[in-house]
Nanobody
Framework: QVQLVESGGGLVQPGGSLRLSCVAS????????IGWVRQAPGKEREEVSC????????YYADSVKGRFTISRDNAKNTVYLQMNSLKSEDTAVYYC?????????????????WGQGTQVTVSS
């Protein structure tokens, strides 16, 4: 079973940047995509971004379009989330997770795999 380990979270001021990393034990698994999900206290889970492993599709939530960029390094089995122009509302625990990534959304099912999460706090 694939294992996912996130890193790169921390405390950053508004307007700053962070890059999250997700190291996967393999990028070959049953799900067709992989990406990032965030959970803030008192808020619903938000599927932030993903890419499809089967075709050239990426997805971004409207709240992060133009500020966040997802990428991968196949040689390192690593998925990145570059986060720029951070806002206080980006504060959350960010999880890497497998799922189904299509152009209009990122769908995670009960048998998909999650990492342990990394905290991102945007505050002055």
């Amino acid at each position: 079973q694939v294992q996912l380990v996130e890193s790169g979270g921390g405390l950053v001021q508004p307007g700053g940047s962070l890059r999250l990393s997700c190291v996967a034990s393999t990028l070959t698994f049953d799900s067709t995509g992989i990406g990032w999900v965030r959970q803030a206290p008192g808020k619903e889970r938000e599927e932030v971004s993903c890419f499809s492993l089967r075709d050239d599709i990426t997805y971004y939530a409207d709240s992060v379009k133009g500020r966040f960029t997802i990428s991968r390094d196949n040689a390192k089995n690593t998925v990145y989330l570059q986060m720029n122009s951070l806002k206080s509302e980006d504060t959350a625990v960010y999880y890497c997770a497998t799922g189904k990534c299509i152009s209009d959304g990122y769908y995670i099912f009960s048998d998909d795999i999650w990492g342990q999460g990394t905290q991102v706090t945007v505050s002055s």
